[in-house]
């Protein structure tokens, strides 16, 4: 059978000034940033962790 993955968390970058960071909708928020790559692989690493 065919199971959908929900994402429990909905992560979005945010940007503040020069830094960005990952930001969810349970309430986590990553370390800032000065890559916007690197705030979009906390916010990988997050989900993951959840997920585990
Ligand atoms: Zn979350």
């Not at 986590?28 to 690493?45: H, T």
Request: charged share 25%; glycine share 14%; proline share 2%.
């Amino acid at each position: 059978m065919t199971v959908a993955t929900e994402i429990a968390c909905s992560v979005d970058i945010e940007h503040a000034g020069s830094f960005a960071y990952a930001r969810c909708g349970c309430g986590w928020r990553g370390p800032g940033r000065r890559a916007v790559d690197r705030a979009r692989r906390d916010a990988g690493e997050h989900g993951q962790a959840l997920a585990a």
